[in-house]
Nanobody, 124 residues
Framework: QVQLVESGGGLVQAGGSLRLSCAASVRTFNTYAMAWFRQAPGKEDEFVAAIGYSGGRTNYAESVKDRFTISRDNAKNTVYLQMNSLKPEDTAVYYC?????????????????WGQGTQVTVSS
């Protein structure tokens, strides 16, 4: 069983930055691909970014490419999402997810474990 705990959400003005963190309680963190998804009010959840288990491969949604960066620190069992140039449409609950031996799929069904989410609100 993998437990994921997100942190770092909050309220920020448009154009600002936030860094989300997701801490995983698993010894073999370096065997899991990690991803961030988000769900805005009244909308379906959507893929944001993913990183393969080795950290060598990343995958981004077009809507966040060049603004968001996903990274991981396997020594700390943590994955990060650096979000720059935030827009009001980035407002959502952001969820961390883990996929054993994954490459960083954008498909929600690839991920076996999910965190509880952290709220990000971008004001205009």
């Amino acid at each position: 069983q993998v437990q994921l705990v997100e942190s770092g959400g909050g309220l920020v003005q448009a154009g600002g930055s936030l860094r989300l963190s997701c801490a995983a309680s698993v010894r073999t963190f370096n065997t899991y691909a990690m991803a961030w998804f988000r769900q805005a009010p009244g909308k379906e959840d959507e893929f944001v970014a993913a990183i393969g288990y080795s950290g060598g491969r990343t995958n981004y949604a077009e809507s966040v490419k060049d603004r968001f960066t996903i990274s991981r620190d396997n020594a700390k069992n943590t994955v990060y999402l650096q979000m720059n140039s935030l827009k009001p449409e980035d407002t959502a609950v952001y969820y961390c997810a883990a996929d054993w031996a994954g490459w960083g799929s954008s498909s929600r069904s690839a991920y076996e474990y999910w965190g509880q989410g952290t709220q990000v609100t971008v004001s205009s």
